[in-house]
């Protein structure tokens, strides 16, 4: 249930017997297996005892349901008293789920020491010191891979079969996957159960504008009243999903462990004596890291500039970019914008040869462009953040992420936010909005979703031959299957927001599409963890980390972009208040080039008026924004007092002898409490 593998890249005889012999003296359990592909490479199955794992959960302190209901810390000197919920083998009851022993057996493999350092142990790029230890000196080394292996394929299909829109589902993802992966389905869950409300009323004011052909999101009424509800929406979303991770972090039983302080495998620095440990440790002092920081952002700067290049040749491809535009003097590009003239291959009035096709050429080179810049960027971000020299594995993930996220959202939004803000024109936002959505949609749901369906029948015969297969089988199948990677799960998600939200009046229909997709990414994902890679490393987590805090950051963000396209960008304002502007008509290549045959500018002295709206709008939204994120609690009542009630009989079990009387005062009838508090009455 707990199956971890260990391959050592190595014919080292003696490494092997090392290694063999430190992790048996842990009290873990080891068979040796020839590598899958080079004979004479070692690959141990390793196992955890029951009674070790009753050891380490106690040490963890796992939460566990007693017999009367109460989810308390285990005790394993009571372990008769608390209840059997999980299936192991076959019909046998195990106190301890799939995820628990995975992560014990990994946790223990990670405390096995060094010690002494043996003369045959590799001494290159490791600098391994004693207290180190012996999978992270492995790694250092690059000759050691370690996951854990799959249960049986009925056990792992579970969650597969129960289906992603089920109550159940995510507990059954943190049964078999754990913490870190459960987190990422209830968060997506949660999203697309939020998303309904948005798509109803984008729905209403698309057929709005459909039913009247005279309105648009450039002059409607409507949009703005959808662009306030989709700002107020998204702080509800966030504070929503804070109480909601709360509730199942609470119901799964984890607890935040503050005191850990892990190295990363690849971390180097000076040694000195940890003042924490008292141990021999590595030290790299933060203000070092400061210039590799600043290396760093150069280095990104230039990979944007790049990525701003991109964006222009896209823009004089469809045309968005020409003689009339605001930037021709500086970003206009004759020797390939004339491509998008009338009647020439890319004319974006469709009366060039073979509209229906060659049209959207710009769009699908623009996002094929984007990925394999992503992809460039996504080996150089790897390359500085292990440079940066970053001691955890969370502060060296957190690094990387955000250096990716900024890059990637950057290449999705960066024309976007130039139609919108330099060019002003929604109309050209909105179309080019709905080209990227639509086109990067299909891309997403056909390499992760099509694929995979491909693949499906294929992969349930092989996990129907798991069945029975022994570990060295076992091995093999693992092996050549790729990690399972969440990066890309939660960027194109967190990227989706930001189209639903950053530009919501001019695109209402992208909150009922996402709906639709995000279904459809949710089956696709759990197929991809169930038959498709290997299973991950289970990390007890407490919360999705710094994408909570960049969903904060687009929420905030939609603020200020969807007020200054209601103010500038649109006409919204102007249906409100049209004596603050005045129209003035384009010539008729003009107005084909833009889409429309009038532009709108402030009237003369009325400029300070529209600035006073705005920021008068901008201060009471954000005035509404601080007051719910303020009155709104990130728990819930009932969370709460779970919470209280697990210190209260933590308390009880620490100071009381008998720890079981102990607890029995947490069964106390009601009708007693309730006399006691009728006499308390009396008294006073």
Aim: net charge negative; glycine share 4%; hydrophobic share 45%.
């Amino acid at each position: 249930m707990g199956d971890y593998v260990v391959i050592l890249l190595t014919d080292d005889k003696d490494l092997q017997k090392f290694v063999s012999k430190r992790i048996v003296d842990s009290g873990q359990t080891v068979s040796r297996f020839d590598h899958p592909e080079y004979p004479g490479h070692a690959a141990f199955i390793v196992k955890t005892p029951d009674d070790l794992i009753r050891k380490e959960a106690e040490g963890w302190g796992f939460l566990k349901r007693d017999e009367k209901g109460f989810k308390r810390e285990y005790l394993s000197s009571q372990h008769d008293l608390f209840e059997p919920s999980y299936t192991s083998q076959g019909d046998v009851k195990s106190l301890f789920s799939p995820s628990e022993v995975s992560y014990i057996t990994h946790e223990l493999l990670k405390r096995v020491k060094m010690n002494d350092v043996p003369d045959f142990f590799p001494r290159s790029k490791s600098g391994v010191l004693p207290s180190d230890s012996m999978l992270l000196a492995l790694e250092r080394v690059q000759i050691v891979d370690c996951w854990p292996l799959h249960c049986n394929a009925e056990e792992r299909s579970i969650a597969w079969k129960i289906g992603p829109l089920k109550r159940s589902f995510c507990d059954h993802v943190e049964h078999y996957f754990g913490s870190n992966v459960s987190l990422y389905f209830a968060w997506l869950t949660n999203y697309i159960i939020w998303l309904i409300m948005p798509a109803l009323v984008g729905s209403v004011v698309f057929l709005y504008h459909f039913m009247h052909p005279d309105i648009n999101v450039d002059n409607s009424m409507v949009s703005p009243i959808y662009t306030f509800f989709i700002v107020i929406w998204g702080v509800l979303f966030v504070k929503s999903w804070d109480r909601d991770c709360a509730g199942h972090v609470c119901d799964w039983g984890i607890n935040a462990v503050k005191w850990r302080r892990e190295v990363r495998s690849g971390y180097f620095g000076r040694k000195r004596i940890s003042p924490v440990t008292g141990m021999p440790e590595r030290y790299f002092p933060p203000q070092d890291r400061l210039f590799r920081y600043s290396v760093s952002a150069c280095v990104t700067i230039l990979m944007l500039i790049l990525a701003f290049f991109v964006m222009v040749i896209s823009l004089n491809l469809q045309g968005y970019i020409h003689k009339y535009s605001y930037s021709k003097n500086y970003l206009l590009y004759t020797s390939i914008s004339w491509l998008c003239d009338e009647g020439e291959y890319f004319d974006p009035t469709g009366k060039g040869p073979m509209p229906s096709l060659l049209l959207y050429i710009p769009v699908i080179l623009h996002v094929v462009i984007i990925q394999v810049l992503n992809k460039i960027y996504q080996v150089v971000a790897i390359k500085l953040t292990n440079w940066e020299n970053h001691r955890s594995p969370t502060q060296h993930e957190n690094a990387l992420y955000v250096k990716r996220f900024f890059f990637e959202a950057f290449d999705c939004y960066i024309a976007l936010f130039y139609l919108a803000f330099v060019e002003n024109d929604i109309v050209l936002l909105r179309k080019e909005l709905v080209s990227l959505y639509t086109v990067d949609s299909i891309r997403r749901l056909s390499t992760e979703t099509l694929i995979p369906f491909i693949t499906r029948k294929a992969s349930r015969a092989i996990a129907s031959k798991e069945k029975d297969s022994n570990c060295s089988e076992r091995i093999d199948k693992d092996y050549d299957k790729d990690s399972y990677e969440q990066f890309d799960d939660y960027l194109e998600m967190i990227i989706q927001i930001g189209y639903v939200a950053l530009f919501a009046g001019a695109f209402p229909l992208a909150a009922p599409l996402s709906i639709i997709c995000n279904i459809l990414e949710l089956y696709s994902d759990i197929f991809k963890l169930t038959y498709i890679t290997r299973r991950p490393i289970v990390h007890r987590i407490t919360d999705i980390g710094v994408w909570s805090t960049l969903v904060k950051g687009i929420v905030l963000l939609s603020v200020f972009t969807n007020l200054y396209i209601f103010c500038f960008t649109s006409e919204q304002l102007m249906t409100y208040a049209p004596s603050l502007f005045e129209l003035i008509p384009l010539e008729a290549e003009e107005a084909l080039k833009s889409g429309s045959d009038h532009v709108h500018v402030i009237a003369d002295g009325a400029g300070m008026a529209v600035a006073t709206i705005m920021m008068s709008l901008e201060h009471i939204v954000l005035f509404l924004v601080a007051v719910i994120w303020i009155t709104v609690s990130e728990t819930t009542p009932a969370v709460e007092d779970e919470l209280a009630r697990r210190e209260y009989v933590k308390f009880l079990t620490s100071h009381d002898t008998n720890s079981v009387t102990g607890l029995s005062l947490m069964s106390v009838d009601s009708s007693a409490v309730e006399k006691a508090g009728a006499a308390t009455d009396n008294e006073e």
